[in-house]
């Protein structure tokens, strides 16, 4: 079983920044599939970034288009950890953010139900 903890999520003024971490465990971290995605209140959970394991140490990253340029995703096996550095950020950012974690093979990388494993949420809120 996989288990995902997320923390540095809180509350930034617009064009800051912040970093969020989810700790996991697993054996075979370095061959899962990762991602980030966020709800905002009364809208679905959508697609931010994900790290899909391509072979070896090589991993592609994908972004969605409202935060290329912006968001960075990294990821670090010797601690199992995954990061998410969010730069210039706007009140459209405010959300509730999770990591996800793949241990199978990947489908559509950008889809919530590829992913088989979650963390709690963290709420990030952007203030104008």
């Known amino acids: 079983q996989v288990q995902l903890v997320e923390s540095g999520g809180g509350l930034v003024q617009a064009g800051g920044s912040l970093r969020l971490t989810c700790a996991t465990s697993?054996?075979?971290?370095?061959?899962?599939?990762i991602a980030w995605f966020r709800q905002a209140p009364g809208k679905d959970r959508e697609f931010v970034t994900s790290?899909?394991?391509?072979?070896?140490?090589?991993?592609?990253?994908d972004y969605a288009d409202s935060v290329k340029g912006r968001f960075t995703i990294s990821r670090y096996n010797v601690n199992k950890t995954i990061y998410l550095q969010m730069n210039s950020l706007t009140p459209e950012d405010t959300a509730v953010y999770y990591c996800?974690?793949?241990?199978?093979?990947?489908?559509?990388?950008?889809?919530?139900?590829?992913?088989?494993?979650w963390g709690q949420g963290n709420q990030v809120t952007v203030s104008s």
């Open positions: 996800a974690a793949n241990s199978r093979g990947q489908r559509d990388y950008a889809s919530a139900t590829n992913y088989d494993y």
């Open positions: 790290l899909t394991w391509i072979g070896g140490n090589t991993y592609r990253a």
């Open positions: 697993g054996r075979a971290f370095s061959t899962y599939h």
